[in-house]
């Protein structure tokens, strides 16, 4: 017979993955509301976190200051969730690190602490849960990535948080999102082995099956059940709290899914279309492959990738080992992804070659299209040497001068372009298959100069540049130095929101950049974000 079922809504907490835990505050406000009139039983607020570098939302935080700020309504229990690892790699050490994160629960609004673990932190996480019990929080303890682990792991790491005596509710986590009801099932099977508690299901939507896995495990004896408002949550996003609040009021009439109705048509609905989780055809393919979410959203999420591009970085992320972990690194090497192993090399057919010039970088911001007449207006008055970063169709192509390229994958799916280009190219020519460089032989000429990422790197020599970043405006930045500009002027480099990593990462290649070679003259002449010396195309010269 199952055990009371439980609802626990985390749309605040799983949700920010999309919008960086920064709601607005009608949306927070509608949705406290809505959760607490529909009688779910847990609402989980947020993540409870250190401070982080760059900006995070309240919800990346849910500290005791801004809860009390806020109005909770009456009825569910709510709470946090805390990973394992913010605590267990603390300098503070364990106990400390959790006296500083969590006041007593009898001083807090929050009643519920989740530890989210993966199944090597399990062991280690005891100290973690023993404490947040002595502080008087109910303690849910998350397995993550649980799916593909061998029966007789899952029930030993079962049977030590059993030990533990202190748990609540024991979840388990299908957080690369394939699972099917056979794993599901076996999962739980090897969970009760050892565990005879409450357990809980957390599913992700990447095959379409988040919430028929929910329902499958409820229907295992699994009695605390994971759901986001419309599935907002990392990747492919999660069961649908509207969906499974319906299922649920055809035999029980506790809950009242009508009341998150509105909440779902007026708010997250839009957001969803806005930003795009929920599963397609990405997301599976990352679930087949075991490959993180945050890959593939990521990857969604770029609106410069195109589709040729994310579909060649999901098939190197499925030839590598270890990709059911996040890596920035990682993704940055599958975008940009070399087609051979050669060593870096080039020529020297730059050397000086811009001496005493102007050189005018074109890049893809929305500001290039905006401003296009008044950029080629400055291009034939000033006379600058003009260098595209990949294609650009905004300028014509008879005002550029060379187009510079680091991207095989932006090659790749721009290169339609490149077999009736008439202007020359600049590429790091050694990673390039043969059959790619056979695209670029329709060129009048192409120049050939290496580009090696090396971290925390901004070197120019005459034959290659090692940079920090797989960025194409960086080697267009290290194109100019080499050919010895007199002055670099940037245009559509518009920049993106302050904790966006793309933003990060190019903050980091300019102010390296400034570091090695602050002697050269550097502005941009339409807006940015950037942290450069900021001109414009209207004023004379």
């Not at 609004?109 to 993966?118: E, N, Q």
């Not at 419309?230 to 029980?252: C, P, V």
Request: charged residues 20%; hydrophobic residues 40%; contains cysteine.
């Amino acid at each position: 017979m199952n055990k009371h079922i439980k609802v626990l809504d985390c749309t605040l907490r799983d949700g920010g993955y999309y919008n960086n835990w920064d709601f607005d505050t009608e949306v927070v406000i509608d949705y406290l509301n809505a959760v607490a009139n529909a009688n779910i039983d847990y609402v989980e607020l947020g993540l409870r976190n250190f401070a982080q570098t760059g900006f995070h939302g309240a919800f990346a935080y849910t500290t005791e200051d801004y809860l009390n700020q806020i109005e909770l309504p009456q009825g569910p229990v709510y709470g946090v969730m805390v990973d394992a690892k913010t605590i267990l790699e603390s300098d503070l050490g364990i106990n400390k690190a959790v006296d500083e994160l969590f006041i007593d629960a009898e001083m807090s609004k929050i009643g519920l602490v989740r530890v989210a673990a993966h199944f090597h932190e399990v062991i280690a996480s005891e100290r973690i849960v023993k404490r947040l019990r002595e502080k008087g929080y109910l303690v849910g303890f998350n397995m993550m990535q649980a799916g593909g682990k061998p029966d007789a792991l899952i029930s030993e790491m079962s049977f030590v948080v059993n030990g533990w005596d202190c748990v609540d509710t024991l979840y388990f986590a299908d957080s690369l999102g394939n699972m099917d009801s056979d794993e599901v099932k076996r999962i739980v099977k090897a969970i009760k082995v050892s565990w005879e508690g409450d357990i809980g299901i957390h599913t992700h939507n990447n095959m379409a099956k988040a919430l028929d896995n929910t329902i499958t495990a409820k229907n295992s004896g699994v009695n605390w059940l994971d759901v986001t408002i419309t599935g907002m949550g990392r990747g492919a996003g999660n069961a649908q709290t509207e969906n499974l609040l319906a299922i649920l009021a055809k035999t029980d009439d506790k809950y009242n899914p009508e009341m998150v109705y509105e909440l779902v048509i007026k708010h997250f609905e839009p957001m969803q279309k806005e930003s795009g989780w929920g599963s397609n055809l990405a997301y599976f393919l990352g679930a087949q492959y075991d490959i993180h979410p945050t890959y593939i959203q990521n990857l969604l999420s770029n609106p410069e990738h195109e589709s040729s591009e994310i579909v060649n970085a999901i098939k190197y992320l499925s030839d590598l080992e270890g990709t059911s972990s996040y890596s920035g690194e990682i993704l940055n090497n599958a975008i940009s992804f070399s087609g051979t192993s050669e060593q870096v090399s080039g020529e020297k057919d730059l050397v000086g070659r811009f001496s005493s010039r102007e050189v005018l970088v074109l890049a893809n911001g929305p500001s290039l299209e905006k401003y296009a007449k008044d950029i080629s207006r400055y291009i034939n008055k000033n006379n600058p040497i003009v260098l595209a970063v990949n294609i650009v169709t905004a300028i014509p192509e008879d005002l550029i001068d060379f187009y510079c390229i680091s991207h095989n994958a932006k090659f790749i799916s721009q290169r339609t372009y490149y077999k009736n280009l008439n202007k020359p190219i600049i590429a790091p020519l050694h990673r390039f298959t043969t059959e790619e460089k056979s695209i670029l032989s329709g060129s009048t000429n192409v120049l050939d100069y290496g580009f090696e990422v090396v971290a925390n790197k901004f070197d120019v020599m005459d034959k290659y540049c090692q940079l920090p970043y797989e960025v194409t405006l960086a080697y267009a930045l290290a194109i100019a130095k080499v050919a010895d500009a007199d002055s670099i002027s940037l245009v559509g480099v518009d920049g993106y929101n302050a904790s966006d990593n793309r933003q990060l990462e190019m903050i980091e290649v300019l102010n390296s950049y400034k570091k090695s070679y602050e002697l050269v003259e550097l502005n941009a002449l339409t807006p940015t974000t950037y942290p450069i010396s900021q001109k414009s195309i209207f004023a004379p010269k």
